[in-house]
């Protein structure tokens, strides 16, 4: 068969529901799985952005199934008789496919390095693997049953789930922030919006992300200006939840110069007081390395407590006479004020903002709906004072 097939069965199964998602006839579509089916689908897309190495692996199932009809696609292994290598199908197509199309809920490699799902084991109803959600993992391996059992159409299945996925990931709207801003924006308001933004009380997690966001959209714009970032360049955004030494960072936020050397670098840390010992733990990432300046910024309030000045100064001055780099420990609001007062137009920073909050939504699954739908209520309160 030709080794281009599955993933022309992903991007013509995916046009399908592009298609019908853009002709609003999603939801009489929908009707053509019966109740039962739907609830099984909804469970896992409900569930995607915790559950990732499932929804990879029930992807794969179904266009293994589409691809081949005569292949039980819950015998997944080769070790098993009759079964054929998920991971490998995964691997080469599926999770590719996710990493163009879906990018937030694309596994880094397979789902079958997940250890629930990579045992031995088929995915009959009495699959042993250990999946966290019970109700995932029953209709996970209740629809397998239904296309291996009740000989139930798999492409019904695939192009439904692009559909949701589809919804689930299209990044939410917001109004461009010029027609909501009034004309003059000042640097106290923008200020505290930010606020509003970082420290509201959210369903979600994430909003340890966004002071990072703030920041980094700030040095998007220096960067560009003043004489201190010539030659210098921004380091891409990298995951919030990797730690440093599997990112291979030494902070959230980093500057390096033409020949990728550090110049400077931002750890942002949130509703975390600053102390001796996290000063220490920063030295730790950049000691070894060529750096100018170190930011140690925090979203708590006070920013450092009082009987910790004195240690965290003397901290500071011994890294700088042992290493040569200024390490600067502060209240990321007061830094944020600081940068605006440098941009002659704040304006700027709203839009690279927002931006931003879109740009990680639609490539990881830190940001969540309600921050962007968050920050877009602040924009629209602002422009009706």
């Given amino acids: 068969m030709d080794e281009k097939e599955p993933r022309k069965i992903l991007e013509d199964f995916y046009q399908m529901a592009s298609k019908k998602t853009e002709e609003n006839v999603v939801d009489p579509f929908l009707f053509s799985l019966n109740d039962g089916q739907r609830e099984w689908l909804n469970s896992i897309i409900d569930n995607a952005e915790s559950f990732k190495a499932v929804l990879t692996v029930f992807t794969t199932s ?41 990018p937030r809920l694309a596994m880094k490699e397979t789902g079958w390095l997940t250890r629930s799902l990579e045992q031995p084991q ?15 993992k029953e209709s996970f391996l209740q629809i397998l049953n239904d296309i291996e059992e009740n000989k139930a159409n798999p ?46 009380s959210y369903k979600v997690a994430g909003a340890s992300k966004l002071p990072v966001i703030a920041i980094y959209s ?5 960067i560009n200006g003043p004489d201190r970032y010539k030659s210098k360049k921004l380091k891409p955004l990298k995951s919030h939840l990797a730690s440093d030494i599997r990112a ?49 910024l925090t979203t708590a309030e006070p920013d450092i407590e009082s009987d910790e000045r004195e240690a965290i100064r003397s901290e500071i001055e011994r890294i700088k006479e042992e290493h040569g780099c200024e390490v600067i420990a502060n209240g990321i609001i007061p830094s944020l004020r600081y940068y605006l007062r440098l941009l002659s137009n704040p304006e700027i920073f709203i839009e690279r ?20 739908e968050k920050w877009e209520e602040l924009l629209s309160k602002q422009g009706l004072q």
């Fill in 62 to 102: 179904l266009v293994k199934k589409i691809e081949d009809p005569n292949q039980d696609v819950r015998y997944h292994k080769v070790e098993l008789e009759g079964g054929y290598s998920g991971r490998t199908y995964d691997t080469k197509y599926v999770t590719p496919f996710f990493k163009d199309k879906f």
């Fill in 353 to 372: 903002y927002t931006e931003n909050l879109k740009a990680e939504f639609s490539k990881s699954t830190e940001i969540k709906t309600e921050h962007i």
């Fill in 218 to 222: 700030i040095y998007e714009i220096l």
């Fill in 122 to 136: 088929p995915f009959t109803l009495d699959f042993p693997g250990k999946i966290r959600n019970s109700k995932v």
């Fill in 155 to 200: 492409e019904l299945y695939l192009i439904h789930l692009f559909i949701y996925l589809i919804r689930a990931t299209n990044i939410p709207s917001t109004e461009p922030y010029h027609n909501i801003l009034p004309q003059k924006v000042t640097i106290d308001s923008i200020i505290e919006n930010l606020k509003l933004h970082f420290f509201s």
């Fill in 248 to 296: 291979k960072s030494i902070g959230d936020i980093e500057i390096v110069d033409e020949d990728e050397s550090y110049f400077e670098a931002i750890e942002i840390k949130h509703g975390k007081q600053i102390d001796s010992i996290m000063v220490s733990d920063a030295y730790e990432k950049f000691k070894d390395k060529e750096i100018s300046r170190y930011y140690l």
